[in-house]
């Protein structure tokens, strides 16, 4: 795992748990290989775009036409160059109403690319980013992992979904849940998930030996 791309995208900052629980487990990487290459993109300071017209336009063609098509495909070839560089995907998603934060969504909007990082047959839609692993850190306020909100949760289905489509299949999610059910549940909610996260990195090494 010795190359990390994190993307945050809590619009909390410090006070973000996701960004809490993301900024752990890339520490807990660090510790196990002080060598390790860590680019971090913090979507909610730093936001990709949403599309546009031109935006659209630039990313399903092979030439741009003008400064603003130019801008919104240059943009995307980076993007999809620091996730091809990357060995590991760790995603900080906070859920928004019921799903994933608005900038998380214009990032995926970037970097799902026709050709590029996927391409269509007679067979249907193939990934072309295999063999990358994924750790996605989701918070919530209430219980979707199961129960009867799970109906609701666009959060967790949604994510696999858009990284399968590209060929990250091999994905890992770590729930920091129910955590508006009062400061104790939270302190519980958020420690399970350390713990969690510090068992996969275990299991993740582990495993590299």
Known sequence: ????????????GDASVSNQLTSHLVNQLRLKDGNAKVITRDLASNPVPHL???????LRAAETENEAQATAQALSDELIAELKAADLIVMGAPMYNFGIPSTLKAWFDYVLRAGVTFSYSESGPEGLLKGKRAIVVLTRGGLYSEGPAQLMDAQEPHLRTLLGFIGITDVTFVRAEKLAFGAEVQEQAIASAKKEVNDLVEELYQAAA
């Open 52 to 58: 546009t017209q031109e935006s659209t336009i630039a």
């Open 1 to 12: 795992m010795s190359k990390v791309l994190v993307l945050t995208s809590s619009v909390l």
